[in-house]
Nanobody, 127 residues
Framework: VQLVESGGGLVQPGGSLRLSCVAS????????MAWARQVPGKGLEWVSG???????YYADSVKGRFTISRDTAKNTVYLQLNSLKPEDTAVYYC??????????????????????WGQGTQVTVAS
C-alpha cells in the first residue's frame, strides 16, 4: 500500500487549495479513505473521510469549507480546501482502511492508532 499526497502550498487567508492523494497497492474502490492533519506541536486530527460507497464526514472545524471526493478511475482522493484560515496551517496526510484489520474503518480509530502515514503535504495559510 502506498499513498502519495500532493497539492499543498502557501496561500493567503480566504484562499483555496486542492490536495490529492494517489493510492496504489490495493483495490482503491473497495476501501474508505480519509485526510488528517498535524499542526506543529499538536497531535494528528481527522479532517475528513469518504467511505467506499461515497458517504462523507467532516470535522466540525472544516464543515462547509472543505470537500472530500474520490476518483476511482485515477485511484485518487481529493480534499478541496476553501476559505482557508491561518489555523488550517498543518501537514496534511491521507489514510486508508486498506491497512487496517478486516472490519475496522478509519472512522473507528484515533489518528494515533494509525501507523501508515505517508510524507504528507504542507499547507501554510498566511498573509
Amino acid at each position: 500500500v502506498q499513498l502519495v499526497e500532493s497539492g499543498g502550498g502557501l496561500v493567503q487567508p480566504g484562499g483555496s487549495l486542492r490536495l490529492s492523494c494517489v493510492a496504489s497497492g490495493f483495490t482503491f474502490s473497495s476501501y474508505g479513505m480519509a485526510w488528517a492533519r498535524q499542526v506543529p506541536g499538536k497531535g494528528l486530527e481527522w479532517v475528513s473521510g469518504i467511505y467506499s460507497d461515497g458517504g462523507t464526514y467532516y470535522a466540525d472545524s472544516v464543515k462547509g469549507r472543505f470537500t472530500i471526493s474520490r476518483d476511482t478511475a485515477k485511484n485518487t482522493v481529493y480534499l478541496q480546501l476553501n476559505s482557508l484560515k491561518p489555523e488550517d496551517t498543518a501537514v496534511y496526510y491521507c489514510a486508508t482502511d486498506a491497512v487496517l484489520p478486516l472490519g475496522v474503518a478509519i472512522s473507528d480509530i484515533r489518528p494515533i492508532e494509525y501507523n501508515r502515514w505517508g510524507q504528507g503535504t504542507q499547507v501554510t495559510v498566511a498573509s
